[in-house]
């Protein structure tokens, strides 16, 4: 009854012939106009079903199945299967007051049921396109389980692999991170949200998350308002601006206030700079941890502080529902606010369509249809063999002449080092492990030896793989961090090798058989102290379901690696963090940055013993190939403010194989009113190219592109001089330079 008169309004709205948004204001101001001031407040309210217990008006604990029938829940999160997501449903549309159907969200951050390589992975492919179409498949799979909003994507930037967050995200570049995060909020809402099998995305996390002091998750972040808004805002503004639907603050505070009472951030950025006008949620649990960050004294100060700066709905704490009612009462917050945040969740509900049909989502066939389909799949090894990065080579890859191979290392049979972190919906069974890979490429010719665990020596594991090395042609290596060591939580102090696997390395490298590495982790990884005893090292990352085959996809030779690096990689951990597009200083340092005892390299900005320089710098990855830059021409040397800069360059495949590359293009600002970034990226390629074949690219720089925080604090250009580069990586030295007048 209740969801039929739900639906007649829905209907009236429709043949009322207003606009569309005027027929979804008026249903949205019909429906408020019923409700009471507790079921507003509980739009406002997500739960988890295993945290779902809430203190009601009268001091009585409320679970969440007694929540959801007397409308006081919004939205839930992380619920386990389509089963459990329609069950709820109908509990809040055929059990409720007023049949208000539910949200439910989930991180599907890399894919759904077919995971895709984790997104730092993905990002070196440099293939926005294939990043949007790995979104839209996620989204499929995902609405086909009933959920019709993703907490994806992350749009924190970061230049410190301490931090485990960093597999989440896009990398250390700002220009490359926004493009990505836009085509995802493209792909996972596609054209129409009330699309059945797209879903709301969720910019996270809102703001500055990817750069905790130390590198230590939550910690405080610290930054000028002008550094935050040259290297940090512009992915999550690019998300914005494709139209997500939805924002969650970060657990971070930001210039001494924590992000989800900061009214800078939600209201002077977010909504009025920015003109976001979707909704709002915290992270798990924000609003009450403002408790312990010490500006809120209990929950319901923290609920005030929370509502007073528009966060819309608070993910859950549970203060909201405890306490909303009363900081009305109290005219605290007035209720013409809750009015607004209410209103801004259920337009989300009433754009997907679930007022119309909440059950548009899922269903047993549906489901059956949506997952592990043969598309996705493909797509899945496709992107993860893109995503992968040769750092080395030595001319032992690829490896089709070899007869015998040792395959040895703790992560061959392990599913889980193939998919990392954020896999709710993975099934460790449909997983192509390193093993099955290798087995299935190369049939017969594979030992397989564990070696050592990822953190421990096994008793014999050493001689065991040296035995099998000596057996073999090749000593293909799979070592690095398991899966479970990458995401939240997830704070390293070292990311080199662990100490057992450099113990396995050498003892292999010494047999004199040629050694592969193949390094799954989720963060970059401090490897000079074992690079000498690698002769072939390929990032695999953690590549997800398919990461197997496209592992032996490329070690075999069917395909070039084309993958580039958007993290640079350390040589030690002392040099962390590390970035390309850092600022010159007053005294920079000469050459790579070494200052040796004795030398005279002295009051430079660099290490005693240690060069400035990562040991693969941004934008690196070699290939099976080789690729030739040249004929770097700027085809407006000279361009007053407002006008494109043109640039064309001519890149050659000279190699004897068909493969792709990333063709990269920076630029440097040389005197402006504010220091600026030795490089940074303003255009990338990527393009395939046949051996001998030749392509003339052409980038345009838009006023955009040159513009930045100036002194004045206004986003725009300035006259000058710029230099330009265009190579395959952050050191590219094909130089030219432009001047704006
Ligand atoms: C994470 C978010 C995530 C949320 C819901 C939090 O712990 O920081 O990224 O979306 O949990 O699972």
């Not at 249903?27 to 945290?51: C, H, N, W, Y």
């Not at 900081?327 to 997907?352: F, H, Q, S, T, W």
């Not at 690696?561 to 850092?582: A, E, K, V, W």
Request: hydrophobic fraction near 40%.
């Amino acid at each position: 009854m209740r969801r039929i008169s739900l639906v007649i309004m829905f209907l009236v709205g429709i043949l009322g012939g207003c606009t569309p948004r005027t027929e979804a204001d008026k249903f949205v101001d019909d429906l408020m106009s019923q409700m009471t001031l507790r079921e507003k407040i509980g739009q406002m309210s997500q739960f988890a079903p295993s945290t779902g217990v809430v203190t009601g008006p009268q001091g009585e604990q409320i679970d969440v199945r007694t929540m959801v029938k007397s409308g006081e829940i919004g939205s839930i999160l992380n619920l386990k299967t389509p089963q459990e997501i329609e069950e709820m449903q109908r509990l809040a549309v055929d059990s409720s007051r007023l049949g208000i159907p539910i949200l439910f969200g989930h991180d599907i951050i890399h894919g759904c049921k077919v995971i895709f390589p984790i997104n730092l992975a993905s990002s070196c492919s440099w293939n926005v396109e294939a990043i949007r179409k790995s979104a839209e498949l996620a989204a499929y799979e995902a609405s086909a389980m009933g959920i019709s909003w993703t907490f994806s994507p992350m749009c924190d930037i970061s230049a410190d692999p301490r931090w485990g967050r960093v597999s989440e995200g896009s990398g250390e570049d700002p220009f490359l991170a926004a493009r990505i995060s836009a085509a995802m909020v493209e792909g996972y809402q596609g054209a129409d949200l009330a699309d059945s099998s797209t879903i709301m995305a969720c910019v996270k996390h809102f703001a500055a998350y990817g750069a905790p002091e130390a590198g230590r998750d939550y910690n405080t972040v610290d930054m000028s308002e002008r550094m935050f808004r040259d290297r940090y805002l512009p992915p999550y503004k690019a998300a914005l601006e494709a139209g997500a639907a939805t924002a969650m603050t970060s657990f971070n505070d930001f210039d001494a206030l924590p992000a989800s009472g900061n009214e800078w951030l939600l209201k002077t950025l977010l909504r009025d700079e920015l003109g976001f006008d979707g909704f709002v949620v915290s992270d798990y649990r924000a609003v009450t941890e403002m408790i312990k960050h010490g500006v809120a004294a209990d929950a319901k100060d923290a609920a005030f502080l929370a509502m007073r700066a528009c966060l819309d709905m608070d993910m859950v704490s549970g203060s909201y529902l405890s306490h909303g009612e009363a900081l009305v009462k109290e005219g605290l917050i007035p209720e013409k606010e809750i009015d607004r945040m209410c209103r801004n969740i259920l337009m989300a509900k009433y754009r997907l369509g679930l007022f119309e049909d909440p059950f548009r989502y899922g269903g047993a066939e549906r489901y059956a249809e949506a997952i592990y389909r043969d598309e996705t799949l493909d797509v899945a090894r496709e992107i993860a063999r893109e995503s992968m990065v040769l750092l080395k080579n030595d001319g032992v890859l690829p490896l089709d002449d070899a007869k015998e191979i040792a395959l040895i290392g703790p992560f061959l049979s392990s599913p889980r080092a193939m998919l990392g972190s954020w896999t709710a919906f993975r099934d460790y069974d449909r997983t192509v492990t390193v093993d099955e890979g290798f087995k299935a490429r190369f049939p017969g010719r594979v030992h397989v030896v564990k070696g050592c665990e990822a953190f421990a020596e096994v008793s014999g594991g050493v001689n065991e793989a040296v035995r099998a090395a000596k057996n073999a042609d090749v000593a293909v290596l799979v070592l690095g961090f398991p899966g479970e060591l990458s995401g939240e939580a997830a704070s390293m102090t070292t990311v080199e090798l662990p100490e057992c696997q450099k113990k396995l390395l050498a003892a292999v490298k010494a047999t004199g058989k040629p050694v592969v590495v193949i390094l799954t982790t989720g963060r970059p990884m401090a490897l000079e102290s074992v690079i000498d005893n690698i002769d072939a090292l390929l990032l695999a990352w953690h590549p997800g379901t398919m990461g197997g085959h496209a592992i032996a996809d490329l070690v075999s030779g069917d395909y070039s690696p084309s993958g580039h690096l958007t993290m640079s990689f350390p040589r030690c951990d002392g040099q962390i963090p590390i970035r390309y597009n850092h600022k010159n200083t007053g005294r920079p340092a000469d050459g790579i940055g070494l200052r040796t005892p004795g030398s005279r390299k002295i009051y430079q900005s660099c290490y005693l013993m240690t060069p400035n320089s990562p040991l693969y710098p941004f934008g690196y990855g070699l290939s099976y190939t080789e690729f030739v830059y040249d004929s770097l021409e700027v085809m407006t040397p000279a361009v007053h403010q407002g006008e494109p800069v043109r640039v064309r360059v001519r890149v050659t495949n000279v190699g004897s194989m068909d493969a792709a590359t990333v063709a990269q293009l920076y630029l440097r600002d040389m005197v402006a009113s504010t220091t600026r970034p030795v490089r940074e990226l303003k255009g990338f390629r990527r393009i395939f190219l046949k051996s001998g074949e030749s392509q003339e690219i052409e980038f345009t720089l838009t006023p955009d592109d040159l513009s930045f925080c100036r002194a004045d604090m206004k986003f725009a250009q300035e006259s000058g001089d710029f230099k330009v580069w265009v190579g395959d990586n952050s050191d590219a030295l094909l130089e030219s330079a432009f001047t704006v007048l």
